[in-house]
């Protein structure tokens, strides 16, 4: 995976529904869809609805397809307080799908990697916020090896200074 930009989270999602948006840095544009359902969950909460992790950076990245050509996306990071590591943030099934939970909003939320990991395919039961918090606090202060955000599965990205000399032209 190549990072080609990153953005505010707000930059981006104000831009979310049927349409591609263009991105040029320099001379080359990049043609993002923009009806993909984790940019409507995440413009409805960056935070993790586990542990409180808030994605603060949109990064614009891409993978090469078999055939050669670039697929260009947008996934939302955190910044681990822990360890100074970007952390992936990924839509939720509340009822997994393989339990028969739908594709539909009302069963999708924000969940940070490490936290989705640990869910798996299990039915999400109704939260204690209070104690969520308690969680995120005592996760996110602790270095240990508990903590996990810091879990070996997770792929994890150095901290780069942002990107900020593109331009954004939205597309049609």
Excluded at 31 to 50: H, N, T, W
Excluded at 116 to 138: C, F, I, V, W
Aim: proline residues 5%; glycine residues 8%.
């Amino acid at each position: 995976m190549c990072v080609i930009a990153e953005y505010a989270p707000e930059e981006i999602l104000n831009l979310r529904g049927d349409r591609h948006a263009m991105f040029h840095m320099g001379d080359f544009p990049y043609s993002v869809q923009m009806s993909d359902s984790r940019y409507r969950i995440f413009a409805k909460s960056l935070e993790c609805c586990k542990c409180g992790l808030r994605g603060s950076v949109m990064r614009l990245e891409y993978n090469w397809h078999p055939r050669g050509l670039i697929e260009p996306h947008f996934n939302l990071y955190a910044l681990n307080p822990v360890n100074g590591t970007y952390v992936l943030m990924t839509q939720d099934h509340v009822i997994p799908k393989s339990k028969g939970g739908s594709n539909r909003d009302e069963n999708l939320r924000t969940m940070c990697a490490p936290c989705n990991e640990k869910k798996g395919d299990k039915h999400a039961s109704r939260e204690n916020r209070e104690g969520t918090q308690l969680y995120a606090a005592r996760t996110h202060e602790s270095g240990n090896a508990g903590n996990p955000h810091n879990a070996s599965r997770v792929h994890s990205y150095r901290v780069y200074g942002p990107i900020r000399d593109s331009v954004l032209v939205a597309g049609e």
